[in-house]
């Protein structure tokens, strides 16, 4: 049980890296609370599994510490670090019984026999894995050796966090859900601090508590999944979570206020001088909507997504997306559209404007 | 991977249907044939029964030959199993340093089999090789051409030298199709240098590892060359394995009645051998 | 305790080396050195032994000999292997696994037992002392080999290759030449390199087939060592000289030998 602090982290798989991009992790301090369902969410390569690495140990950052509670662990090996891991595929030891790979980390650690059985059936139950004790665990089908490596964590008592790599990736679609619920419903259960590694937005926002989103090697927000939804940080943020992600269209600067197709628009926040860089105004397709006054748009194309249609439309020669309910008017061709202002945002050179200060 | 049911695919196999057939039916009927007949020359022949194969097992040259040939293949899968897959987990598993042990290692099994023979029968030599000089310099009476222990020991040090590479590329193999997880995952569950061994590299190993063992049986049972060449089978005839004698028998005495005999009987106690680690080795996943 | 592993391949590395490089070191030493006195290097540095080997057309023919009737092996059974291999992997047919296996029991025929059939039924047929009796002869344990190793490859290239393919209008032929052998070269590759290596270093039916005109090598040597007294030097060299194929075919597929029998199903 503890709290992770991330302090002044870097990392680079270079000797020498000079360049910005040279960094697989940029700057980076974080504090995770004990007993935390967090979620590290970002695409491909954005530096994820290299942070999760560093915390298990089975990676030396290049610069800065990790501390458990107040213990510098950064240069602790893993096995001293009471981590647990459930890895992308499943590891499991093929030739052993369910029972014997339940057991496997408290024998190494010399627990006697009569307290590993104790946590085994224990856990077992907890993770559904009772009726299989006795089989090979190589005969399980991939959820099973998932719950096997989540076992292996949960039974040792003195496991500082659980990390999940991607775990649900050799999952079949319809297990997924299962398999994600029993992962929240244990998270409560031994309230142990978990921290989940994904680049599915369902999965890390319906698993952790607080979602730290990161994108080439740097933290753009971390919040809840509705700070996440309602108040994104950066545009990449907002462009991530959601689906279809949040319309992002450039903009002038006038007086603080953005101007967008030649009007002057009622915004969420100010921007106190133009950027060099970019400006623009993010607004979620969820907060457009079809108005008597307010912008020219001509609507191109229109797709069905269920309870929702999504609107393609052209507006000051940028194409945004308008979401509108089930059986509500479509304008055909041209349209007028509003953007709600307190939903509305300036972003300059990403970041939202005015912001109090760095994630 | 499920396979679809083809009939058809009998024409992709007929190639190799023929040529094999070609070489492994007609040669096998062919000594089916000597083994029951008896000749006095000329190419007349007389109907043998089994009688022959009734000589053979009874004969006690058969059966120290065949002593020796299942000493001498135990022995050398004993030292070379073991070996093999302790060199194999010293190896480094990245770096240029990988290029070089394979090449390196894999020399021995490219070099023609006479030319092992021969290359050890120098080396040996207790007057001008350096490893017979060596062993005298340092007090053994060491002479493989007189003595039946020393002639031993070189021939089983020179297969050991031959062939322990090929167990060691298997096993090299074996060990690095395991995933980086499966170490992670065993360091984070605290397990030894030896859990590791026993419940992570030793399972996944067990594949090639049995086509490793499986195939020294079957090349170690095989051999000829190289000790027809290294000792020629003696001093007397205490290195004479079964290929050596059946060709002694075949080609230098040619009682070819005799020879078929002994060649079916020799092949059919390398296939039952075969059959059985097969089925031991593979009962295991068939269970499954 | 770690730190020491590398000493385990080194000291295994030092000891196989340790008898080549006493062959080597024997062939640039005259043989008056070599019976008279031990020396660890050549102290009369001679290239005498291997002028004899390249100008004398018995010893040199035997390595062209040797590389024809190899080259022919590999060449023959990895082309049969290719399709029937395919078969193994892809398809189920009445017979298939007893196929399979009597195929792998060929691999396991002592050469010895096949020496004389071989020779009556070679030279029945008219073919006795050609490179192709002996490139055919190695078939026999060539074949069952490379289909061993050529089926590991191909069922690991996952089945919507062949299906996608016959789907854009590929016909089997035309799909195999131009999509399924490159996308197992490097099985091939492989599969190729242990053909080449078992007919290099094989001897007994090489040396029971041929007569004068595709003599190989290695029964040069036997010849040479037992008729002309013991020319040790001489013998040295030609043994140096075989091992030296092999080296540069390992140098080539150096990343590709352990995966080969790694990937044959057992």
């Given amino acids: ?359 | ?288 | 305790m770690r730190r020491l592993t590398w000493l385990v391949p080194t000291i295994y590395i030092l000891f196989l080396m340790l008898p080549i490089y006493w062959l080597v070191s024997m062939s640039f030493k005259t043989t008056n050195e070599i019976l008279g006195s031990f020396t660890l290097f050549p102290q009369s540095f001679t290239l005498e032994n291997y002028r004899v080997i390249f100008t004398d057309p018995t010893w040199y023919n035997g390595y062209i000999n040797s590389l024809i009737y190899v080259s022919i092996n590999t060449v023959l059974s990895v082309c049969i292997a290719l399709p029937a291999a395919y078969a193994f992997s892809r398809y189920r047919f009445l017979g298939d696994k007893h196929l399979f296996f009597w195929l792998l029991t060929n691999r396991m025929a002592p050469a010895a037992v096949f020496a004389l059939p071989f020779f009556q039924l070679y030279s029945a047929i008219g073919i006795f002392d050609t490179h192709l009796a002996v490139a055919l002869a190695h078939t026999l344990f060539n074949v069952p080999l490379a289909v061993w190793i050529l089926e590991g490859f191909m069922s690991g290239v996952p089945k919507q290759l062949d299906e996608t393919a016959y789907i854009d209008g590929y016909s089997f032929p035309n799909f195999f030449v131009r999509i399924f052998v490159p996308t197992i070269a490097a099985g091939i590759g492989v599969a190729a390199f242990f053909c080449f290596m078992f007919s290099w270093v094989e001897l007994l039916l090489a040396k029971t087939l041929t007569a004068v005109a595709a003599k190989p090598i290695a029964a040069t040597m036997t010849k040479t060592a037992s008729s002309s007294g013991y020319e040790l030097g001489l013998l040295a060299a030609a043994g140096t000289l075989t091992i030296i194929p092999g080296a540069i075919v390992i140098y080539f597929v150096r990343n590709y030998i352990a995966k080969g029998f790694a990937l044959g199903r057992v």
């Fill in chain 2, 1 to 288: 991977m499920n396979k679809t049911v083809n009939q058809k695919a009998w024409f992709l196999v007929l190639p190799v249907l023929l040529l094999v057939a070609f070489n492994a039916i007609v040669p096998l009927m062919t000594v089916v044939n000597y083994s029951v007949q008896e000749t006095f020359g000329n190419n007349v022949f007389f109907w043998a029964g089994i009688s022959w194969f009734e000589d053979v097992l009874r004969s006690p040259r058969f059966h120290d030959a065949l002593g020796r040939q299942l000493t001498f293949t135990f022995t050398i899968l004993l030292i070379e199993v073991p070996l093999g897959v302790i060199i194999a987990l010293a190896m480094p598993r990245k770096g240029i340093w990988v290029s070089v042990c394979l090449v390196l290692m894999a020399m021995p099994l490219l070099i023609p089999w006479n030319v092992v023979g021969a290359m050890w029968n120098i080396f040996a030599l207790p007057e001008i090789g350096l490893l017979g000089k060596t062993l005298n310099a340092i007090g053994f009476d060491y002479n493989y051409t007189r003595q039946t222990g020393d002639a031993w020991f070189t021939l089983i040090l020179m297969d050991v030298w031959h062939w322990t590479s090929l167990v060691v590329l298997l096993a090299y193999a074996g060990l690095v199709s395991i995933p980086d997880a499966y170490y992670q995952a065993a360091k984070i569950d605290g397990a030894s240098s030896w859990a590791i061994f026993r419940y992570i590299q030793l399972p996944k190993m067990k594949r090639v590892l049995t086509i490793a063992i499986l195939l020294r049986f079957m090349d170690s049972f095989n051999i000829y060359t190289e000790p027809s060449v290294l000792t020629g089978g003696g001093p007397g005839n205490s290195t004479t394995l079964l290929s050596i004698d059946l060709v002694k028998i075949a080609l230098g005495q040619f009682d070819l009645g005799p020879a078929a005999a002994m060649s079916l009987i020799y092949f059919l106690v390398i296939l039952l051998m075969s059959w059985i680690f097969y089925t031991v080795m593979t009962r295991d996943e068939a269970n499954q």
């Fill in chain 1, 1 to 359: 049980m503890a709290r992770i602090t991330l302090s002044q982290l870097r990392h680079s798989y270079m000797a020498n890296p000079v360049d910005e991009a040279d960094w697989a992790l940029k700057q980076l301090d974080l504090q995770w609370d004990d007993g935390g369902a967090y979620a590290l969410l970002g695409p491909s390569g954005c530096g994820k599994t290299t942070l999760l690495n560093i915390i298990s140990g089975l990676l030396e950052p290049s610069h800065g510490r990790i501390l458990f509670n107040d213990e510098d662990v950064t240069h602790l090996p893993p096995e001293q670090r009471h981590i647990a891991q459930v890895f992308q595929f499943p590891v499991v030891y093929d030739t052993m019984t369910v029972y014997d790979n339940l057991a496997f980390p408290l024998r190494n650690r010399g627990v006697p026999e009569s307290e590993v059985d104790k946590r085994v059936t224990e856990i077992a139950a907890m993770t559904d894995l009772t009726a299989m004790l006795k089989k090979r665990a190589a005969g399980l089908t991939a959820d099973g050796k998932q719950k096997i490596s989540l076992g292996r964590g949960l039974v040792r008592t003195d496991v500082n966090a659980i990390l999940f790599d991607e775990p649900l990736t050799v999952i079949d679609p319809h297990l997924k859900f299962q398999l994600r619920s029993k992962l929240k419903e244990l998270h409560q259960r031994v309230s142990r601090t978990m921290i989940y590694v994904t680049h599915d937005q369902t999965e890390a926002l319906t698993f952790a508590d607080k979602v730290v989103v990161m994108n080439v090697g740097e933290v753009v927000q971390i919040g809840t999944p509705e700070e996440l939804f309602d108040e994104p940080q950066h545009t990449f943020v907002g462009h991530f979570i959601g689906s279809p992600g949040m319309n992002v269209l450039p903009c002038d600067i006038d007086h603080g206020q953005a101007v967008f197709a030649g009007q002057r628009l009622e915004t969420a926040n100010k921007a106190a001088q133009a950027s060099q860089n970019s400006n623009e105004i993010g607004v979620r397709p969820e907060h457009v909507r079809f108005s008597s006054t307010g912008l020219d748009a001509r609507v191109v194309k229109v797709s069905d997504a269920g309870r929702f249609n999504i609107v393609e439309a052209e507006c000051g020669g940028h194409s945004l997306k308008v979401l509108v309910k089930e059986g509500a008017e479509i304008p055909s061709e041209t349209a007028k559209l509003e953007f709600i202002p307190e939903s509305t945002r300036i972003y300059q050179d990403g970041w939202l404007a005015g912001r109090r200060s760095a994630p």
